[in-house]
């Protein structure tokens, strides 16, 4: 199965091939109409106001509206006396779906007596895998900045489950500490998709990162491999706050390496997270040298490698190899 990190290349890159007409005049449009234009109807996918107008479904209405099937005999570990959460979901007949807004996929706010208490995202294995990965990779490198997710099984079938963030509006403060960990998060997560819009702001002034199922892909040849973050692109060859590098210096980066694994990752791509881990302990800041690929920023230019500026250029240098998607 080709990972979402691999087909978005391949799209992206079709895309900005057809564009490149006359030396790649026509580029920058196709980038804004073909890339951005989507991306930015998935702004705020966690806002939710109260009588908008969307109607609430239950979990075999939203079965039997997208033709799934829905089994009556799911169990639930939920325990009544503890509070009701994303760690502690009540049974699918107490809950109550509605789409949210924005997005290339379906997401879905999931209600309890009224009460917000997450979002819902059925999906395939990989990017199941990387949401609930990338809360327990924050865990490990102590950044707090994903929000609880977890594997769950909703009335669409397979998808994650993740806390719901009251959300106050996008996170702009790339250079703020918050920012700075989401930075440093993407960096060693090789986040293919951060953008202004899916990483909200929380009530008390910390950044939620959400949307993570883009990350650590398979490492590709010719060096072609693409992180994208506005985070990174605020903070690339800055000094890191003392203390976030003095936190991050408290990982052990084999070990990191060794749970990586352990969430089903390869050990080439485990290591690889774990040499960029290294090089922010050792350097104190994001220089780029440990990732060795392209660095795009939210309106796809790219900041690194500082010779590149034109991620048409830089793809034509380091075309993708067809092995590379088997």
Same mark, same amino acid.
């Given at each position: 199965?080709?990972? +979402? ?26 980038? *804004? ?18 009588? $908008? ?34 760690? $502690? ?17 379906? &997401? ?23 949401? @609930?990965?990338?809360? *327990? ?43 700075? *960990? ?36 398979? +490492?590709?040849? $010719?060096?072609? $491999? ?19 590098? %003095? ?9 990191? @390496?060794?749970?990586?694994? %352990? ?21 104190? *800041? ?25 991620? &048409?250029?830089?793809? +034509? ?10």
């Amino acid at each position: 199965m080709i990972s +979402r990190a691999v087909a978005i290349m391949r799209n992206l890159r079709e895309t900005l091939s057809r564009a490149v007409v006359g030396g790649g005049q026509g580029t920058s449009e196709a980038i *804004k109409r073909g890339i951005s234009g989507p991306l930015a109807r998935g702004s705020d996918l966690f806002r939710y106001m109260e009588g $908008n107008g969307k109607r609430r479904f239950s979990a075999e209405e939203l079965a039997a509206a997208h033709g799934a099937p829905f089994d009556r005999s799911m169990r639930s570990d939920f325990d009544p006396s503890r509070p009701v959460s994303a760690r $502690n979901i009540p049974p699918m007949d107490e809950l109550r779906f509605s789409s949210l807004s924005g997005g290339t996929g379906h &997401v879905y706010l999931v209600e309890h007596n009224h009460t917000p208490i997450g979002v819902y995202k059925p999906m395939g294995p990989i990017k199941i895998k990387n949401e @609930s990965s990338a809360w *327990k990779a924050d865990r490990i490198l102590g950044l707090d900045i994903v929000p609880y997710t977890r594997e769950w099984s909703g009335p669409r079938g397979p998808g994650s489950f993740q806390e719901f963030v009251p959300n106050d509006g996008p996170g702009w403060k790339f250079r703020s500490v918050e920012g700075q *960990k989401v930075a440093v998060f993407d960096y060693i997560m090789a986040s293919g998709d951060r953008h202004s819009a899916n990483c909200l702001s929380r009530e008390g002034g910390g950044l939620a990162a959400v949307d993570n199922e883009d990350i650590l892909p398979p +490492r590709f040849s $010719n060096d072609a $491999n693409t992180i994208q973050s506005v985070y990174i692109a605020a903070n690339l060859g800055e000094n890191l706050d003392s203390s976030l590098v %003095e936190q991050l210096g408290q990982v052990d980066p084999k070990g990191f @390496s060794d749970s990586l694994v %352990e969430l089903g990752y390869s050990r080439d791509t485990a290591d690889w997270s774990a040499q960029r881990l290294r090089e922010i302990q050792g350097d104190g *800041k994001i220089t780029g040298e440990s990732w060795g690929c392209a660095i795009i920023n939210e309106n796809f230019r790219v900041i690194y490698p500082p010779e590149y500026s034109d991620l &048409v250029d830089y793809w +034509r240098d380091h075309p993708l190899d067809p092995a590379d998607l088997q």
